[in-house]
């Protein structure tokens, strides 16, 4: 395990947050009390039981649930096993307590219900959800999702279960449920009734384990570390207090759970573009310190933790023995942070003979010419480099991220001579940006040798400084923010104008998407044209209008 940021430097970097949070931010709320970053830790309560149900005499049947993911017409269906799930199903197997998964995606994958102009709910009805929890006596159901857009469904299929079961017990977690328990919970009210009991704020593998083992005696204990929930009529929430710190100590995430040759099948992991036929997607370390504004992550797990070498390989060896794996994708926030950790690791690779990808990117500046050899030499094929702006200043003063543009060409052109494949992604719009910095950023990147490229539009994420400072004022409401669409100004930030915006993004994307196609003509058939059956299948919405957009040097290509 590897932490290189000291309890001290976490302070510095969390009291800077502080500084740019709202006073009345239910995000500076979070981190002030959860023991990761709390300026002052506080003593842990005595457990105090209560009685909530009759007891069991057993633990209780668990399922948890992974609801229908809210998708924009031509999205590719990105389909992958839900790690953090199926980490927790791991967890509670090895101390002995059996639970179920529920990927509505996957089980649902041809599934696409309109729910509103352009946009789809992806995954399995609500006629089919219903059908299945009448059919499973569960005694606790519980729900997580990846991306906030995807609360509501999240909701209703919840009131689902306590429509069937009333006495089920329904809980949650995740980021969005973490960080805004108490509003979270609010909501999840239909006819005066909660249909949402608890919240298990953090880590569920650290956490659900306790709460199945009380429930099984028919109590909570309402004192527990980041629990959450409905006490005498009113919402309480508890701060985090333990984390994972010895990721080694996890056992590898129960994908037996889960049925893994559906995903095999569908074949459009993180990176929707795989060598592989049998993906495999993997974190090696938990965290990310850097803390950019427009990131929510971070500040649901900001201090850096990271797994032994050894226990990376094995893992992956695992997947290959059991799976017949033939790629894997690291998902990690900073899988480069810790560089001498990462030079261990692509050595050990090495031997394994897979090719790998980075679908989450990689931090710029912790890449060199010695670290990217190696990297090469243990199977990257794709990577993707985050540079959010070409422009220093909205980089410095936007973004807070830090990425050395100056780097950045000298990085990119090593990389092509080793033939790596470069996926770029972009950030505009931010607040305070002006168009002339968007420009400048985009004349910046068009003389970078980028295979591919997405340019998000900047959105305010539930979770991120970004979303608390824009609802505070008043640019955005808490609800506007659920629904997010990063290829429009949904939700602009920006004074520019929508319409222009959009056009200023639409434009870049043509000029830079005909200057690839006109640098290799031959890479861009191989990429895209042979995709072109294959993405009427795998895209939302109307397969005429995905298949043209990729025949279309000149449109918006799917990266």
Known sequence: MTEPNADQDLRVRQNKLDDHLPQDSALRLYLAEKDETARVRKPRPDARLIDVREPLGRTPRTLLVLPPMCVYEGAVKRVVPPLGLCYIAGALEQEGIDISILDCIVEGIDEETPVAEGVWNLGMSEERFRAYIAENDFDVVGFTMIYSSDLQNLYRYAQIVKEVRPQTMVIAGGLHASIYARRFLQDAVADGTPFIDYVLRGEGEIRLGDFLRNLADGKIDISADGLAGWHEGKVFANPQFARVTDLDALPFPAYHKVPMERYFAHNVPFSPYPRGKRVMQLYTSRGCPVG????????????????????????????????????????????????????????????????????????????????????????????TLSLDSGSAETLKEQHRKPVDLTKVPDLMAYLENLGVLMHGTLVVGMPGETEAQIEEGFEYVEQLPFHSINVFIAQAIPGSELFERAVSNGTITYEGALHIDTARSTLRLTSIEAARLEELVEDFLTRYNRSIYERDPVAWERKYREHKERMARICVGSASAITATIIDVGGRVPG
């Open 292 to 383: 950019c504004t427009f990131c929510a992550s971070t500040n649901f797990s900001k201090k850096y933790i990271a797994r032994s070498v050894d226990s990376v390989i094995a893992e992956i060896q695992y997947y290959k023995d059991a799976f017949g794996v033939d790629e894997v994708q690291f998902a990690d926030d900073n899988l480069t942070f810790d560089r001498k950790r990462a030079t261990e690791l692509f050595e050990r690779m090495t031997a394994l003979q897979l090719p790998w990808c980075t679908p989450n990117g990689i931090m710029v500046n912790t890449l060199s010419a010695p670290l990217v050899d190696r990297m090469v030499a243990s199977g990257l094929y794709q990577i």
